[in-house]
C-alpha cells in the first residue's frame, strides 16, 4: 500500500491580508488600471464632439496628475469591496481573513487619511473608519487554481453605484425587453454615472443574483469578454447602442458614453426573466494582491 | 463661446453675460456643501454663519487631513483631495439656496433640471460643470481650506475654500433657461427609437 504524501498547501497569515487590504486601498484610488487608461486613450482617438473631446482630456490630464501628486484619481472613495478568490490547497482562517480586511480598510481610512463615505443607513452616522454593517463588502468564491488566494479591492462610487436598476421582466417580454431595458437605463443614468462608463449588464439568475451579475460585468477589465456566447454577443450590439445615444462624457454630449457595455448571465427560472444595471464610472478603479508560494504580487 | 473670469462674490450682473456652452474661471472664495448640509441647513432649519450672498457653492465633500489651528488656518484641515459630486440628488435645494442665502453659482457634475433652470432664469444664477472624477486635478486649484461650518456633518460639512484659478469650468445652465443637458437629453430621445429599431427591439 502506497500513502500519498498530502500536497502542500500554500498558508496566508491574516496579518498579510490586513497589509494587503490597506495597500490595495489606497493604491485603487490613485493608480487607474491600464485596461482603463488604453480605453481612454481609444475613445480620445474617435471621439467626433470637439467637447467631448475635451472633457476626456481632462479625465486624461487628471490621471497623470494623481499619479505625479501621489494623490487621490477622485474624491469619492466609495463603498469598499474586497473579492476574494480561493484556490485549492490554501490553507487560510477564513473568520480572521475577513476580520483582517476591515481592520486594514480602517486603517487606510486613518493613516492615509482617506473621507470615510459610509454611514448606517438609518441614523446616517459615520464611524470614519469606512467599515459598518457588511461593509466592506467581501465576496468569497472559491477557484480550482492551486496554491493561489487573490485579493480584489474595488472601491464603489456612489454616482455610479446609484445608477442602478433592476427589472423582474417575464418570458413573454423576450430579449427585445432587455434590450429596450437597458438602452433605456443608460438614458435615465445620463450624465449622472459620470460618463463614460463600463455598463455592467446582468441577465438571469435570480434578482439578488441578477444585481450581483451586474456588479460583476461593470467591475470587469476593458478588453475582457463574456464567457456564454449568446451573452458575449448582446455585449457587442448593446456596446454599439449605447453609443450611438449620444449622452457623451459628463452627459454634456458626444460619441463616448461607455468604454464598452459587459454583460454577465446566469440560469434562471422558466417563469423568470430578469435584468439588472449597475455602471462603473470613467474613474474604474481596481486593485489586487495575488497570494503565491513565491510572494505577493500588486497588480490591478 | 466665450471665456470669462470671475472674482467671488458676484452679482446679478455678471451671471447674467454667462450663456451656455461659455467656459468660466473662478477667483478667489468658493463654499463646499453637499446633501446633509443642505438637508440640515433647510429640512431641519440650521443656519450657517457663512456669508453666501453673491458667492458659488460646488457641491463636494472632500477628504481632509486634521492639522492645528492657526491665524490663518481657521478651520484645522488641509486638503487631501476635493472633487464634486453627482447635483442631481440636491436638485430641490437650488431654489432655498439661492433665496435664503443669496447664492448665484452652484458647481456639480451631471447637471440638474427644470425646476432649478427655472430659479437660476427668476433669480439670476447658474450652474457650472466642473469634469467629475477628476478630482486630482481640482484639488491643485484649491489653494487653502479657510474655514469650515457645520462640521459635526463631516465630511458634508459647509467648507469655505480659498481658489485660484479654479476651472474652466462649462455654463451648463445659464440664467436665461438655457441647458445643455436639456439640450442633449432631447438629442438621445431623438435617437432613442432608431438605436432600439437597430436592436431589433423598437
Redesign the interface.
Given at each position: 500500500m502506497t500513502v500519498l504524501a498530502p500536497p502542500a498547501t500554500l498558508r496566508v497569515d491574516p496579518d498579510a491580508i490586513e497589509e494587503a487590504a490597506k495597500l490595495l486601498y489606497i493604491r485603487a484610488l490613485k493608480v487607474l488600471p491600464d485596461d482603463i487608461k488604453a480605453g481612454f486613450a481609444r475613445l480620445d482617438a474617435t471621439e467626433s464632439d470637439a467637447t467631448a473631446k475635451s472633457i476626456l482630456a481632462t479625465m486624461i490630464e487628471n490621471i497623470g496628475v494623481a499619479e505625479r501628486t501621489d494623490n487621490l484619481l477622485c474624491q469619492d472613495t466609495g463603498i469598499p469591496i474586497f473579492n476574494v478568490r480561493v484556490g485549492r490547497h490554501v490553507e487560510v482562517d477564513g473568520w480572521a481573513l475577513k476580520q483582517a480586511i476591515r481592520r486594514g480598510t480602517a486603517r487606510a481610512t486613518r493613516e492615509h487619511p482617506l473621507r470615510s463615505s459610509v454611514v448606517h443607513p438609518i441614523t446616517r452616522v459615520n464611524e470614519h473608519t469606512s467599515c459598518g454593517l457588511h461593509v466592506p463588502v467581501i465576496n468569497i468564491d472559491f477557484v480550482e487554481e492551486e496554491r493561489v488566494l487573490a485579493l480584489e479591492m474595488i472601491p464603489k462610487g456612489s454616482g455610479s453605484e446609484n445608477g442602478s436598476f433592476l427589472q423582474m421582466l417575464i418570458p413573454a417580454d423576450g430579449l427585445a425587453a432587455v434590450k429596450r431595458f437597458v438602452v433605456d437605463a443608460a438614458i435615465r443614468a445620463g450624465g449622472k454615472v459620470c460618463p463614460p462608463t463600463i455598463l455592467g449588464v446582468g441577465v438571469g439568475g435570480t434578482s439578488d443574483l441578477c444585481m450581483h451579475l451586474a456588479k460583476v460585468a461593470a467591475t470587469r477589465p476593458l478588453g475582457s469578454r463574456c464567457e456564454d456566447a449568446e451573452g458575449a454577443q448582446l455585449e457587442a450590439e448593446l456596446s454599439e447602442a449605447v453609443n450611438s445615444l449620444g449622452i457623451g462624457p459628463q452627459g454634456l454630449g458626444g460619441d463616448s458614453t461607455a468604454f464598452a457595455v459587459h454583460v454577465e448571465v446566469a440560469a434562471t427560472h422558466i417563469t423568470m426573466n430578469p435584468v439588472a444595471v449597475n455602471v462603473q464610472c470613467h474613474s474604474a478603479r481596481r486593485a489586487s494582491a495575488t497570494f503565491t508560494p513565491e510572494g505577493v504580487r500588486i497588480g490591478f | 463661446m466665450t471665456h470669462h473670469t470671475l472674482h467671488m462674490p458676484c452679482t446679478e450682473a455678471d451671471i447674467r453675460k454667462l450663456r451656455a456652452g461659455d467656459t468660466v474661471t473662478l477667483q478667489d472664495t468658493l463654499f463646499g456643501i453637499r446633501d446633509?448640509t443642505q438637508i440640515h441647513m433647510f429640512d431641519r432649519g440650521r443656519r450657517t454663519r457663512f456669508d453666501l450672498r453673491g458667492h458659488a457653492v460646488i457641491h463636494?465633500?472632500?477628504?481632509?487631513?486634521?492639522v492645528e489651528r492657526s491665524g490663518t488656518n481657521q478651520a484645522g484641515y488641509e486638503a487631501?483631495?476635493?472633487?464634486?459630486?453627482?447635483s442631481?440628488?440636491m436638485e430641490r435645494f437650488t431654489r432655498p439656496l439661492m433665496e435664503r442665502e443669496g447664492v448665484r453659482i452652484i458647481i456639480g457634475?451631471?447637471?440638474l433640471r427644470e425646476d432649478s433652470a427655472k430659479a437660476f432664469q427668476e433669480l439670476g444664477g447658474c450652474y457650472l460643470?466642473v469634469?467629475?472624477?477628476?478630482?486630482?486635478?481640482e484639488?491643485?486649484w484649491i489653494a487653502a481650506i479657510e474655514d469650515v461650518d457645520l462640521d459635526d456633518l463631516?465630511?458634508e460639512s459647509l467648507w469655505r475654500f480659498a481658489i485660484q484659478d479654479f476651472g474652466p469650468l462649462?455654463v451648463?445652465m445659464d440664467s436665461h433657461g438655457g441647458s445643455?443637458?436639456r439640450?442633449?437629453?432631447r438629442?438621445?430621445?431623438a435617437?432613442?427609437a432608431?438605436?432600439?429599431a437597430?436592436?431589433?427591439?423598437a
Open positions: - | 446633509a463636494t465633500a472632500p477628504n481632509v487631513r486634521k487631501v483631495c476635493i472633487g464634486t459630486t453627482t442631481d440628488r457634475k451631471g447637471g460643470a469634469i467629475g472624477g477628476a478630482a486630482a486635478l484639488t491643485t463631516n465630511p462649462i451648463g445643455l443637458y439640450d442633449v437629453q438629442d438621445v430621445e435617437r432613442r432608431a438605436v432600439l437597430k436592436l431589433g427591439a
